[in-house]
């Protein structure tokens, strides 16, 4: 994985309907980063934001399965706006 | 080389049905005693076939259950694990020559102890290792579901992956090759679509095949990353000779440096105070190994799928994607769930209370016929037999049309994956009490029955939440108590007996909207609890998955109307006729009589009605059955509704339900809530609901006399 450019880095509740991410980690309380990271939302997993509105949960797709996902949640987890098509897959 | 000499196997196993396979499943139930206590063979099982032990696991929301059900049909052996009170599952199928007997291991999506279920799974590999185990993965959700397999991988057990749903997949697009899927594991990989029980008996081969040869050496396993092999070698040797034997070390290095609460809590009671010591340090050390843990796993998942699953491209709209812009939009989709409410309403009103009425109204007819069949028996007898037994019990079975369709309904949204939406849209209101959108499930659920809901609120991870939902899953009303209005309404109110239902539907709503507000200031604020849910894709619902889970919850209807409520019945019947054999001098009425001064309250004078509030305590269906019996010996030819509704006036027919909606919890919802909560938080709810059903009772009948209702 190339190392992205810092300025695109960001959280996963501050990113825009349609956008795919690539996680860089996750910040906050032990608890809550393992049941995140169970699901699939791990350093280098990729998440495409489904819904997102000004409040209440998102909706987002992680590896093959739909997330809900709570406000609060979703600020826990650090990402990155993919870079353009690297070539693969 | 090693690869070559296994796909053989495969093909045979998996691949081609027809090759080698028994033409039919033939399924056998076991009863109590077929089952020895710890892993051994059934007590009867004949000498010629040998019997293999398979369990099933898997996520949640890949179709387990329905493999499970499906191979092993209707009757199967339900229990509890040991100690636990999670549901223990059992069947077993004749297969050739061989018997298999299946275990359903509950849905986990891993095997750290977040709760009972996964330490269930786990402690039943290590301490009762099945021959095979068959994990099942959903075809359109392979990744996320592979990482169970992951998990499972650590135990020494023979794994058969089964990827379920095909269907899905294709619906939604997605592509797989699983020759490469099976190459890439190196575990055997079978195709099926349960719910249309294709692919079954091929999955049953396939485990068998596994089961009498297993190939450890293909097998691709996640392995930690180089810069955490120091730590858990250093762990194994602190840990080496210090634990129970039966936990591999490696393995539990590994979840400790996951921060395992229960096993972190059994190495630490068996360590010396100076190991002891050795492990905090280590562990503090590498607080954040758990990340690269769990990314490791899924750095190998992406590595077994790569070449395995192929996505549509992100323009092209899926089934689930065109739903949900529906289902989970805020407002539409709140929209959406109102309007799937006010149906299923609707045809419970429109379609099972003219069924009711017929069946209570044949129950009476049955009554007559029996009286002068009976003449002859003593009247005690025959009145025990009619009054009691008869009208009682059959009251209540002619509820059964409310609970079949309720439970349909329920069923197609569940099965169809509409719950989690609903979860989702009500996240934001919930949040109003404190609570997030999970807590909806447990309390939409309680619609059907009080007490799975009591149970389902095990899916909410801290303890407010789930007290706070514990104490509001009784009030919602559940198909027993909307059968009790479907029955009783149209005596009482006639042409408008739909428009008053439904707004005491939303009446009990709506307290329990208030309740939770109240309740949600009062139960100290924690941190708020982390909203983290899956949302399933959409499938279309089986017949026959449909007719299992209607059959299923309809049994135990059933059953109970059987056995507590025929007994209540009797008891009812017994008490309203001793000691003189008059119900108005009865035990009963002197009861009932006492608490007049409260129930005129209510315009509630009546010591019947008293009585029967009284007993839906046994069951809240018994309100029926206790008012058959207090009323059987009047007018035989007038149904019972009218015979009732014409002992109050409207507004106490009113408050007689309002208060019947909102009283205290059944016996069996009580007990469960003791078993989740505790008796403090029981005895809370039971008062709780004392208060507000009196309350709400005196308010409605106050009011609607007032204002010329009644």
Known sequence: MTPPRASAETVLSQVAVGQTVLVLGLQGGRAVSERLAEFGLVPSARVSVLRNSSHGPLLVAVQGSRLALGRGEAAKVRVVVEPAKAGHE | ?????????????????????????????????????????????????????????????????????????????????????????????????????????????????????????????????????????????????????????????????????????????????????????????????????????????????????????????????????????????????????????????????????????????????????????????????????????????REVTRAVVRRPRPDVVSLTDRIDRVATHPAWGLLALMTILGVTFWLIYGLATPMVNLLAGGTQMLAAVARTALAAWPAWLSGLAIDGLLSGVGMVLAFLPVMVLFFAVLGVLEDVGYFARAAYIMDRFMHAIGLHGKSFLPLFLGFGCNVPAALGTRILEDRRSRVLTLLLTPLVPCTARLGVIAFLAPAFFGSRAALISFLLVVLNILVIAMLGLVLGRVVPRQAPPAFIMELPLYHLPTARTLARFVWHNTRSFVEKAGSIILLASAGVWALSHLPTGDPASSVLAWVGRGLEPLGSLMGLGDWRMLTALLTSFVAKENTIATLGVLFAGQAQHTPLPALVAAQLAPAAGLAFLVVQLLFIPCAATLSTLRQEAGWRWASVSVLLQLAISIGMGIAVFQVASRVGYG
Not at chain 2, 65 to 79: A, E, I, K, M
Not at chain 2, 217 to 226: C, E, L, Q, V
Not at chain 2, 256 to 273: F, I, N, V, Y
């Open chain 2, 1 to 301: 080389m090693k690869r070559s000499a296994f796909r053989p196997a495969f093909r045979a196993s998996c691949h081609s049905p027809a090759n080698e396979i028994p033409a039919a499943t033939e399924v056998h139930i076991l009863d109590d005693r077929g089952y020895l206590e710890r892993g051994g063979t059934p007590a009867g099982s004949e000498a010629s076939g040998r019997t293999v032990r398979i369990a099933i696991a898997g996520q949640p929301n890949v179709g387990k259950s329905t493999v499970f059900n499906s191979l092993t049909g209707l009757d199967q052996h339900v229990g509890n694990w040991p100690g636990k009170t999670v549901e223990k599952k059992r069947g077993l199928v004749r297969f050739g020559q061989v018997t298999l007997e299946l275990v359903d291991l509950p849905g986990t999506y891993s095997l750290s102890a977040h709760s009972a279920e996964e330490e269930i799974v786990r402690d039943y590999l290590l301490f009762e290792p099945p021959e095979a185990v068959i994990v099942v993965v959903g075809a359109a959700t392979l990744e996320r579901n592979l990482y169970l397999v992951a998990e499972l991988l650590a135990f020494n057990v023979p794994l058969v992956v089964a990827v379920n749903m095909m269907d899905v997949a294709a619906s939604e697009g997605v592509e797989l090759d699983l020759q490469s899927l099976q190459a890439a594991l190196g575990l055997p990989v079978a195709a099926l679509t349960a719910s249309r029980n294709e692919g079954l008996e091929a999955l049953l081969a396939c485990a068998l095949t596994t089961a009498r040869e297993p190939r450890a050496a293909d097998i691709s396993r996640p392995s930690p990353r180089p810069e955490h092999r120091p730590i858990i070698r250093n762990l194994v040797r602190l840990l080496d000779g210090r634990i129970p034997s039966a936990y591999p070390l490696e393995w539990l290095a590994t979840k400790l440096l996951e921060g395992d609460p229960r096993l972190t809590q059994m190495a630490r009671a068996s360590l010396a105070p100076a190991a002891l010591a050795e492990l905090d340090r280590l562990l503090h050390a590498h607080e954040d190994a758990f990340l690269d843990i769990v990314g490791g796993r899924y750095d190998w998942i």
